[in-house]
Protein backbone atom coordinates (compact mmCIF):
# COMPACT_ATOMS: atom_id res chain seq x y z
CA UNK A 1 0.00 0.00 0.00
CA UNK A 2 1.37 3.33 -0.89
CA UNK A 3 1.92 5.95 1.64
CA UNK A 4 -0.69 7.69 3.36
CA UNK A 5 -3.93 6.60 4.65
CA UNK A 6 -5.78 3.01 2.46
CA UNK A 7 -8.76 5.56 1.85
CA UNK A 8 -6.21 8.41 0.08
CA UNK A 9 -4.16 5.38 -1.53
CA UNK A 10 -8.23 4.25 -3.07
CA UNK A 11 -8.49 7.75 -4.37
CA UNK A 12 -5.51 8.09 -6.35
CA UNK A 13 -5.62 4.23 -7.91
CA UNK A 14 -5.62 3.17 -11.19
CA UNK A 15 -9.02 2.78 -12.16
CA UNK A 16 -10.22 5.50 -9.84
CA UNK A 17 -7.90 8.39 -10.60
CA UNK A 18 -9.63 10.90 -13.08
CA UNK A 19 -12.57 9.67 -12.55
CA UNK A 20 -15.34 11.58 -11.30
CA UNK A 21 -16.00 11.22 -7.41
CA UNK A 22 -19.23 11.76 -5.47
CA UNK A 23 -18.57 12.33 -2.06
CA UNK A 24 -21.21 12.12 0.62
CA UNK A 25 -21.55 11.85 4.58
CA UNK A 26 -22.31 8.76 5.91
CA UNK A 27 -25.08 10.38 8.65
CA UNK A 28 -25.87 13.29 6.63
CA UNK A 29 -28.97 14.96 6.03
CA UNK A 30 -29.53 12.93 2.77
CA UNK A 31 -27.05 9.71 4.39
CA UNK A 32 -25.88 7.35 2.08
CA UNK A 33 -25.76 6.55 -1.34
CA UNK A 34 -29.52 7.05 -1.93
CA UNK A 35 -28.60 11.04 -2.12
CA UNK A 36 -26.05 10.59 -4.94
CA UNK A 37 -28.14 8.55 -6.59
CA UNK A 38 -31.00 11.09 -6.75
CA UNK A 39 -28.24 13.53 -7.89
CA UNK A 40 -27.12 11.47 -10.62
CA UNK A 41 -30.81 10.49 -11.97
CA UNK A 42 -31.78 13.92 -12.02
CA UNK A 43 -28.87 14.69 -14.22
CA UNK A 44 -29.78 13.40 -17.48
CA UNK A 45 -31.93 11.12 -19.35
CA UNK A 46 -29.77 7.71 -18.88
CA UNK A 47 -30.48 4.21 -17.78
CA UNK A 48 -29.42 2.12 -15.20
CA UNK A 49 -26.39 2.88 -13.50
CA UNK A 50 -24.35 1.73 -10.49
CA UNK A 51 -22.91 3.74 -7.73
CA UNK A 52 -19.91 2.05 -6.20
CA UNK A 53 -18.63 3.48 -2.73
CA UNK A 54 -15.39 2.94 -2.73
CA UNK A 55 -15.20 3.15 1.54
CA UNK A 56 -16.97 0.08 2.03
CA UNK A 57 -14.34 -1.83 0.51
CA UNK A 58 -11.52 -0.04 2.37
CA UNK A 59 -13.62 -0.89 5.64
CA UNK A 60 -14.26 -4.70 4.65
CA UNK A 61 -10.00 -4.61 3.65
CA UNK A 62 -9.42 -3.16 7.01
CA UNK A 63 -11.84 -6.06 8.88
CA UNK A 64 -10.23 -9.12 7.00
CA UNK A 65 -6.92 -7.81 8.16
CA UNK A 66 -8.13 -7.52 12.01
CA UNK A 67 -9.71 -11.18 11.96
CA UNK A 68 -7.57 -12.64 9.29
CA UNK A 69 -3.92 -11.60 10.00
CA UNK A 70 -1.31 -12.87 8.33
CA UNK A 71 -4.43 -14.44 5.33
CA UNK A 72 -3.75 -12.29 2.03
CA UNK A 73 -6.52 -11.75 0.48
CA UNK A 74 -6.62 -12.57 -3.58
CA UNK A 75 -9.83 -10.48 -4.84
CA UNK A 76 -11.52 -12.88 -7.03
CA UNK A 77 -11.70 -11.31 -10.49
CA UNK A 78 -14.96 -12.93 -11.68
CA UNK A 79 -17.23 -11.97 -8.98
CA UNK A 80 -17.00 -7.78 -10.21
CA UNK A 81 -14.31 -6.71 -12.84
CA UNK A 82 -15.30 -3.39 -12.54
CA UNK A 83 -11.19 -1.47 -13.11
CA UNK A 84 -12.05 0.74 -10.35
CA UNK A 85 -12.32 -1.96 -8.04
CA UNK A 86 -9.46 -3.96 -9.61
CA UNK A 87 -7.25 -0.64 -8.80
CA UNK A 88 -8.85 -0.12 -5.46
CA UNK A 89 -7.94 -4.06 -4.11
CA UNK A 90 -4.73 -3.54 -5.83
CA UNK A 91 -3.88 -0.32 -3.68
CA UNK A 92 -4.70 -2.17 -0.74
CA UNK A 93 -2.18 -4.61 -1.11
CA UNK A 94 -4.35 -7.57 -2.04
CA UNK A 95 -3.55 -10.04 -4.93
CA UNK A 96 -5.90 -11.72 -7.44
CA UNK A 97 -7.70 -15.04 -8.14
CA UNK A 98 -8.15 -14.89 -12.16
CA UNK A 99 -9.66 -17.93 -14.09
CA UNK A 100 -9.04 -16.96 -17.63
CA UNK A 101 -6.30 -15.10 -19.60
CA UNK A 102 -8.99 -11.91 -19.72
CA UNK A 103 -9.08 -11.70 -16.08
CA UNK A 104 -5.45 -11.87 -15.99
CA UNK A 105 -5.05 -9.39 -18.89
CA UNK A 106 -7.65 -6.91 -16.59
CA UNK A 107 -5.27 -7.35 -13.83
CA UNK A 108 -2.02 -6.36 -15.48
CA UNK A 109 -3.53 -3.59 -17.73
CA UNK A 110 -3.51 -1.50 -14.09
CA UNK A 111 -0.30 -1.60 -14.70
CA UNK A 112 0.64 -1.91 -10.91
CA UNK A 113 0.20 -5.26 -10.10
CA UNK A 114 3.10 -8.29 -10.55
CA UNK A 115 2.75 -11.20 -11.94
CA UNK A 116 3.61 -13.37 -8.92
CA UNK A 117 0.65 -11.67 -7.15
CA UNK A 118 -1.61 -13.45 -9.45
CA UNK A 119 -3.12 -17.02 -8.88
CA UNK A 120 -4.86 -18.71 -12.06
CA UNK A 121 -7.15 -20.20 -9.78
CA UNK A 122 -9.34 -22.34 -12.66
CA UNK A 123 -7.86 -26.37 -12.25
CA UNK A 124 -9.18 -26.54 -16.38
CA UNK A 125 -7.20 -24.22 -18.37
CA UNK A 126 -7.61 -23.74 -22.24
CA UNK A 127 -4.42 -24.34 -23.65
CA UNK A 128 -4.20 -20.70 -25.34
CA UNK A 129 -4.91 -18.93 -22.39
CA UNK A 130 -2.25 -21.27 -20.18
CA UNK A 131 0.06 -20.51 -22.78
CA UNK A 132 -0.76 -16.85 -22.34
CA UNK A 133 -0.06 -16.89 -18.70
CA UNK A 134 3.47 -18.51 -19.59
CA UNK A 135 4.06 -15.26 -21.41
CA UNK A 136 3.03 -13.12 -19.15
CA UNK A 137 4.95 -14.62 -16.32
CA UNK A 138 2.23 -15.77 -14.18
CA UNK A 139 3.30 -19.11 -12.47
CA UNK A 140 1.16 -20.24 -10.18
CA UNK A 141 -2.24 -22.35 -11.32
CA UNK A 142 -3.99 -24.78 -9.19
CA UNK A 143 -5.06 -28.50 -10.75
CA UNK A 144 -7.13 -31.97 -9.71
CA UNK A 145 -7.05 -34.27 -12.55
CA UNK A 146 -3.87 -35.93 -14.64
CA UNK A 147 -4.51 -34.07 -17.71
CA UNK A 148 -4.51 -31.07 -16.65
CA UNK A 149 -0.59 -31.94 -15.39
CA UNK A 150 0.40 -33.18 -18.74
CA UNK A 151 -1.52 -29.62 -20.34
CA UNK A 152 0.86 -27.49 -17.78
CA UNK A 153 3.87 -29.53 -18.61
CA UNK A 154 3.27 -28.78 -22.20
CA UNK A 155 2.16 -25.47 -22.49
CA UNK A 156 3.62 -23.53 -19.05
CA UNK A 157 6.47 -26.33 -17.76
CA UNK A 158 7.51 -23.64 -15.56
CA UNK A 159 4.64 -23.06 -13.62
CA UNK A 160 3.71 -23.75 -10.13
CA UNK A 161 1.29 -26.05 -8.88
CA UNK A 162 -1.62 -25.63 -6.56
CA UNK A 163 -3.48 -28.71 -5.66
CA UNK A 164 -7.03 -28.47 -5.58
CA UNK A 165 -8.89 -30.77 -3.07
CA UNK A 166 -12.33 -31.53 -2.27
CA UNK A 167 -13.47 -30.18 1.58
CA UNK A 168 -15.90 -31.75 3.21
CA UNK A 169 -19.58 -32.08 1.89
CA UNK A 170 -21.61 -28.75 2.90
CA UNK A 171 -25.22 -29.37 2.05
CA UNK A 172 -25.27 -25.88 3.55
CA UNK A 173 -23.51 -23.83 0.66
CA UNK A 174 -25.66 -22.05 -1.70
CA UNK A 175 -23.07 -23.08 -4.57
CA UNK A 176 -21.50 -26.31 -3.77
CA UNK A 177 -18.27 -26.37 -6.07
CA UNK A 178 -17.44 -29.22 -4.50
CA UNK A 179 -19.43 -31.11 -7.21
CA UNK A 180 -17.44 -29.80 -10.16
CA UNK A 181 -13.55 -29.62 -8.93
CA UNK A 182 -11.75 -31.02 -6.18
CA UNK A 183 -9.57 -34.06 -5.46
CA UNK A 184 -10.91 -36.72 -3.41
CA UNK A 185 -8.46 -38.39 -0.24
CA UNK A 186 -8.01 -41.53 -2.72
CA UNK A 187 -6.99 -39.18 -5.47
CA UNK A 188 -4.27 -36.50 -3.35
CA UNK A 189 -1.42 -39.05 -3.56
CA UNK A 190 -1.89 -40.37 -7.64
CA UNK A 191 -2.04 -36.32 -8.53
CA UNK A 192 0.93 -35.28 -6.53
CA UNK A 193 3.06 -38.76 -8.05
CA UNK A 194 2.04 -37.53 -11.90
CA UNK A 195 2.96 -33.55 -11.30
CA UNK A 196 6.35 -35.08 -9.81
CA UNK A 197 7.02 -37.32 -12.62
CA UNK A 198 6.69 -34.68 -14.94
CA UNK A 199 8.78 -32.89 -13.11
CA UNK A 200 6.48 -29.72 -12.28
CA UNK A 201 6.73 -28.14 -8.74
CA UNK A 202 3.36 -28.48 -6.55
CA UNK A 203 3.80 -25.55 -4.11
CA UNK A 204 0.71 -25.80 -2.18
CA UNK A 205 -2.89 -26.96 -1.71
CA UNK A 206 -6.01 -25.13 -2.44
CA UNK A 207 -9.66 -25.57 -1.54
CA UNK A 208 -13.14 -23.87 -1.62
CA UNK A 209 -15.63 -25.12 1.16
CA UNK A 210 -18.75 -23.62 -0.99
CA UNK A 211 -20.08 -20.04 -1.52
CA UNK A 212 -22.45 -18.34 1.23
CA UNK A 213 -21.87 -21.13 3.38
CA UNK A 214 -23.26 -20.80 7.10
CA UNK A 215 -21.50 -23.47 8.22
CA UNK A 216 -17.55 -22.82 9.79
CA UNK A 217 -16.53 -26.17 10.80
CA UNK A 218 -16.70 -26.82 6.79
CA UNK A 219 -12.73 -24.90 7.15
CA UNK A 220 -11.56 -27.08 10.27
CA UNK A 221 -12.16 -30.05 7.86
CA UNK A 222 -10.61 -28.77 5.14
CA UNK A 223 -8.03 -27.35 6.63
CA UNK A 224 -6.80 -30.62 8.21
CA UNK A 225 -7.46 -32.32 4.87
CA UNK A 226 -4.97 -29.93 3.13
CA UNK A 227 -2.69 -30.84 6.24
CA UNK A 228 -2.77 -34.61 4.96
CA UNK A 229 -1.93 -33.26 1.39
CA UNK A 230 1.24 -31.59 2.66
CA UNK A 231 2.26 -34.56 4.78
CA UNK A 232 1.68 -36.54 1.61
CA UNK A 233 3.94 -34.82 -0.65
CA UNK A 234 6.53 -34.80 2.18
CA UNK A 235 6.00 -38.66 2.24
CA UNK A 236 6.90 -38.74 -1.45
CA UNK A 237 10.29 -36.82 -0.80
CA UNK A 238 8.85 -33.49 -2.85
CA UNK A 239 9.77 -30.26 -2.29
CA UNK A 240 8.42 -28.73 0.71
CA UNK A 241 4.96 -26.69 -0.30
CA UNK A 242 4.67 -23.23 0.56
CA UNK A 243 1.37 -21.99 -0.25
CA UNK A 244 -2.14 -23.09 1.41
CA UNK A 245 -5.00 -21.32 -0.53
CA UNK A 246 -8.33 -21.22 1.60
CA UNK A 247 -10.76 -20.23 -1.01
CA UNK A 248 -13.13 -18.17 -1.15
CA UNK A 249 -17.64 -18.04 0.07
CA UNK A 250 -16.90 -15.48 2.59
CA UNK A 251 -20.24 -13.20 3.27
CA UNK A 252 -19.63 -10.11 4.69
CA UNK A 253 -21.96 -10.36 7.78
CA UNK A 254 -21.59 -12.00 10.78
CA UNK A 255 -20.65 -15.39 9.68
CA UNK A 256 -17.19 -13.70 8.81
CA UNK A 257 -15.80 -13.23 11.80
CA UNK A 258 -17.32 -17.19 12.55
CA UNK A 259 -15.45 -18.32 9.65
CA UNK A 260 -12.59 -16.26 11.08
CA UNK A 261 -12.62 -17.75 14.27
CA UNK A 262 -12.96 -21.37 13.06
CA UNK A 263 -9.67 -20.84 10.24
CA UNK A 264 -7.47 -19.31 12.96
CA UNK A 265 -8.06 -22.20 15.42
CA UNK A 266 -7.67 -24.99 12.21
CA UNK A 267 -4.01 -22.66 11.03
CA UNK A 268 -2.93 -22.87 15.11
CA UNK A 269 -3.28 -26.84 14.79
CA UNK A 270 -2.55 -27.26 11.77
CA UNK A 271 -0.28 -24.44 9.51
CA UNK A 272 1.23 -22.33 13.11
CA UNK A 273 2.86 -19.38 12.17
CA UNK A 274 6.86 -20.02 11.61
CA UNK A 275 5.95 -23.07 9.60
CA UNK A 276 7.14 -21.43 6.34
CA UNK A 277 3.60 -21.53 4.83
CA UNK A 278 1.83 -18.44 3.39
CA UNK A 279 -1.62 -18.51 3.80
CA UNK A 280 -3.44 -16.81 1.15
CA UNK A 281 -7.69 -16.83 0.29
CA UNK A 282 -9.92 -15.74 -2.66
CA UNK A 283 -12.69 -13.37 -1.49
CA UNK A 284 -15.07 -11.83 -3.73
CA UNK A 285 -18.77 -11.57 -2.37
CA UNK A 286 -16.89 -10.63 0.32
CA UNK A 287 -15.66 -7.23 -0.69
CA UNK A 288 -18.03 -6.51 -4.19
CA UNK A 289 -21.23 -7.44 -2.49
CA UNK A 290 -22.90 -4.52 0.20
CA UNK A 291 -20.82 -1.92 -1.76
CA UNK A 292 -22.77 -1.23 -4.86
CA UNK A 293 -25.64 -0.27 -5.46
CA UNK A 294 -27.95 -0.08 -8.62
CA UNK A 295 -30.64 2.37 -10.23
CA UNK A 296 -33.40 1.28 -12.40
CA UNK A 297 -35.62 3.14 -14.58
CA UNK A 298 -39.27 2.53 -14.40
CA UNK A 299 -40.14 2.61 -18.90
CA UNK A 300 -43.32 1.07 -18.18
CA UNK A 301 -46.74 0.53 -16.36
CA UNK A 302 -49.74 -1.23 -15.85
CA UNK A 303 -52.60 -1.11 -13.21
CA UNK A 304 -55.16 -4.37 -13.04
CA UNK A 305 -57.26 -3.55 -10.51
CA UNK A 306 -55.04 -3.19 -7.35
CA UNK A 307 -52.39 -5.33 -8.97
CA UNK A 308 -49.18 -3.54 -10.53
CA UNK A 309 -47.07 -3.92 -13.13
CA UNK A 310 -44.08 -1.95 -14.10
CA UNK A 311 -41.14 -2.80 -16.56
CA UNK A 312 -37.41 -1.50 -15.50
CA UNK A 313 -34.64 -0.60 -17.85
CA UNK A 314 -32.56 -3.66 -16.70
CA UNK A 315 -33.73 -7.55 -15.62
CA UNK A 316 -32.37 -10.74 -15.20
CA UNK A 317 -30.45 -11.01 -18.33
CA UNK A 318 -28.58 -7.63 -17.06
CA UNK A 319 -27.15 -6.61 -14.34
CA UNK A 320 -30.16 -8.56 -12.10
CA UNK A 321 -28.77 -11.53 -13.58
CA UNK A 322 -27.66 -12.17 -10.42
CA UNK A 323 -30.77 -13.43 -9.24
CA UNK A 324 -29.88 -16.62 -10.92
CA UNK A 325 -26.02 -16.86 -11.00
CA UNK A 326 -26.26 -15.67 -7.08
CA UNK A 327 -27.96 -16.11 -4.02
CA UNK A 328 -29.00 -12.36 -4.03
CA UNK A 329 -32.77 -11.85 -3.43
CA UNK A 330 -34.03 -8.50 -5.07
CA UNK A 331 -35.67 -6.45 -2.63
CA UNK A 332 -36.30 -3.01 -4.85
CA UNK A 333 -37.30 0.40 -3.14
CA UNK A 334 -38.08 3.80 -4.69
CA UNK A 335 -35.21 6.28 -4.90
CA UNK A 336 -37.99 9.29 -4.95
CA UNK A 337 -39.31 9.57 -1.15
CA UNK A 338 -43.25 9.48 -1.01
CA UNK A 339 -44.91 12.03 -3.16
CA UNK A 340 -46.41 14.67 -0.54
CA UNK A 341 -50.43 15.41 -0.51
CA UNK A 342 -52.74 12.72 -0.71
CA UNK A 343 -54.42 9.92 1.43
CA UNK A 344 -52.49 7.25 -0.73
CA UNK A 345 -48.94 8.19 -0.30
CA UNK A 346 -48.28 5.41 1.62
CA UNK A 347 -50.43 2.89 0.16
CA UNK A 348 -48.47 0.11 -1.47
CA UNK A 349 -49.92 -2.23 -4.13
CA UNK A 350 -48.83 -5.99 -5.16
CA UNK A 351 -46.55 -5.54 -7.49
CA UNK A 352 -44.79 -7.18 -10.58
CA UNK A 353 -41.64 -5.89 -11.90
CA UNK A 354 -40.18 -7.03 -15.21
CA UNK A 355 -36.68 -6.47 -16.93
CA UNK A 356 -36.56 -4.65 -20.46
CA UNK A 357 -36.48 -7.58 -22.89
CA UNK A 358 -39.53 -9.18 -24.36
CA UNK A 359 -39.24 -12.85 -22.38
CA UNK A 360 -41.68 -12.95 -19.93
CA UNK A 361 -39.30 -15.12 -17.92
CA UNK A 362 -37.54 -11.81 -17.47
CA UNK A 363 -39.17 -10.71 -14.28
CA UNK A 364 -37.61 -9.44 -10.84
CA UNK A 365 -39.80 -9.67 -8.02
CA UNK A 366 -43.87 -10.73 -8.34
CA UNK A 367 -46.54 -9.76 -6.05
CA UNK A 368 -44.08 -7.22 -4.23
CA UNK A 369 -44.82 -4.38 -2.42
CA UNK A 370 -44.60 -0.93 -3.95
CA UNK A 371 -46.03 2.55 -3.81
CA UNK A 372 -47.46 3.49 -7.03
CA UNK A 373 -44.79 4.45 -9.64
CA UNK A 374 -44.84 6.40 -12.66
CA UNK A 375 -42.77 5.90 -15.66
CA UNK A 376 -39.29 7.65 -14.98
CA UNK A 377 -39.27 7.04 -11.51
CA UNK A 378 -36.25 4.89 -10.29
CA UNK A 379 -35.97 2.20 -8.34
CA UNK A 380 -32.76 1.20 -6.18
CA UNK A 381 -31.33 -1.87 -5.46
CA UNK A 382 -29.38 -2.11 -2.26
CA UNK A 383 -26.22 -4.58 -2.08
CA UNK A 384 -25.25 -5.80 -5.87
CA UNK A 385 -21.91 -5.82 -5.90
CA UNK A 386 -21.21 -9.41 -6.82
CA UNK A 387 -21.78 -11.12 -9.65
CA UNK A 388 -24.21 -8.12 -11.49
CA UNK A 389 -21.96 -6.71 -13.92
CA UNK A 390 -19.46 -9.88 -14.50
CA UNK A 391 -22.91 -12.31 -15.09
CA UNK A 392 -24.71 -9.96 -17.85
CA UNK A 393 -25.24 -10.48 -20.93
CA UNK A 394 -26.44 -8.50 -24.41
CA UNK A 395 -29.35 -10.42 -25.22
CA UNK A 396 -32.11 -8.39 -27.26
CA UNK A 397 -30.01 -6.07 -27.48
CA UNK A 398 -29.95 -4.75 -23.84
CA UNK A 399 -25.94 -4.30 -23.26
CA UNK A 400 -24.57 -5.12 -20.13
CA UNK A 401 -21.80 -2.61 -21.03
CA UNK A 402 -24.04 0.30 -21.10
CA UNK A 403 -25.02 0.36 -17.39
CA UNK A 404 -22.79 3.16 -16.27
CA UNK A 405 -20.57 2.65 -12.80
CA UNK A 406 -20.56 6.13 -10.83
CA UNK A 407 -17.73 6.17 -8.02
CA UNK A 408 -18.61 7.39 -4.72
CA UNK A 409 -16.87 7.51 -0.83
CA UNK A 410 -18.29 7.74 1.86
CA UNK A 411 -17.21 9.65 5.00
Known amino acids: MAGGSPMQSVLVARGVKGRKLHAFKRNGKDAGVTGVMRSIA ?13 ATVVDLYSRWCRALDGVRP ?20 AGFDCASRAEIEAVLALGVVEPGSIVYANPCKPEAHLRYAAEVGVNLATYDTEDEV ?28 GTKYGA ?43 RAAFDAAAQLGMPP ?40 GEPGQYFAEKAFTLAARVI ?11 WIDDGIYGALSCTILGDYVPRPRPLAPPRPGGENM ?13 DSRDKVVTGYQLPEMNVGDWLVFDGIGAYAASSGTNFNGFLIADIKTHLAYST
Do not use: W
Open 42 to 54: GTEEQGAFFVFDL
Open 74 to 93: YYAVKCNPEPAMLGAMAALG
Open 150 to 177: AKVKRCHPSCDLLLRIKGPDNPDAKIDL
Open 184 to 226: RADEVVPLLRAAQRAGLRVAGVAFHVGACTSRVDVYRGAIEAA
Open 241 to 280: MRVLDIGGGFMPDATFDEAAEAINDALAQHFPPGCGVEVI
Open 300 to 310: GRRARGEAREY
Open 346 to 358: CSTYASTVFGPTC
